[in-house]
């Protein structure tokens, strides 16, 4: 090997190893912490979650008082059972099932599911009158709490909400105003 060959080895070994040496820092090793974008996008998804989470509550609420009610009074199931296929199209709409949001940092134990409470069962009107006007008055409700969630919800989903609230409201009159007609 001439001496300019064995020049041009050391000099190539000694890039590399300077390369290489370059890339290492002297933190200590473990979860890097996440940026000021990534802990806002994180923020932002949370809050749509819980969002999600309350509406699809919200619509399925309405959804168990429209059970009870056609449980308690099946000759009204002409008229709620179209009501009803419309409120868990708008459940499903709203995300039944949807998003969950793990922050990148967690433990396993802070992600772990809390078990839900159970259901408190739904009392109905014994009076299939009263029945109704208490399913509008839950409809309204439910449409009230979508029309509140407008103003935290991001563009898409804020329409989306407007229509479930709209429908809601269309609802509500429909079991109590729509029977006088």
């Avoid at 200590?28 to 949370?46: F, L, N």
């Avoid at 002409?78 to 433990?107: C, D, F, I, Q, Y």
């Avoid at 029309?147 to 991001?154: G, Y």
Wanted: with cysteine; aromatic share 2%.
């Amino acid at each position: 090997m001439t001496t300019t060959g064995r020049r041009a080895l050391l000099t190539a070994g000694i890039s590399a190893a300077a390369a290489a040496l370059s890339g290492c820092t002297s933190e200590a090793p473990g979860p890097r912490k996440p940026s000021a974008a990534e802990v806002e996008a994180e923020r932002m998804a949370r809050a749509e979650a819980n969002l999600r989470l309350r509406s699809v509550t919200a619509s399925r609420t309405l959804l168990e008082r429209y059970d009870a009610a056609l449980a308690a009074h099946p000759a009204l199931a002409p008229r709620l059972n179209p009501l009803r296929r419309s409120v868990a199209a708008h459940a499903k709409a709203l995300g039944e099932g949807g998003t969950t949001v793990r922050p990148a940092t967690a433990s396993p134990s802070a992600t772990s599911a809390k078990p839900a409470p159970s259901p408190v069962p739904v009392t109905v009107a014994a009076d299939p009158r009263t029945a109704l006007k208490e399913l509008a008055a839950a409809e309204r409700t439910a449409s009230d709490a979508h029309t509140a969630a407008l103003v935290t919800a991001p563009p898409e989903y804020a329409r989306l909400l407007a229509s479930v609230a709209a429908a809601g409201a269309a609802h509500a009159y429909l079991l109590t105003e729509g029977a006088r007609a």
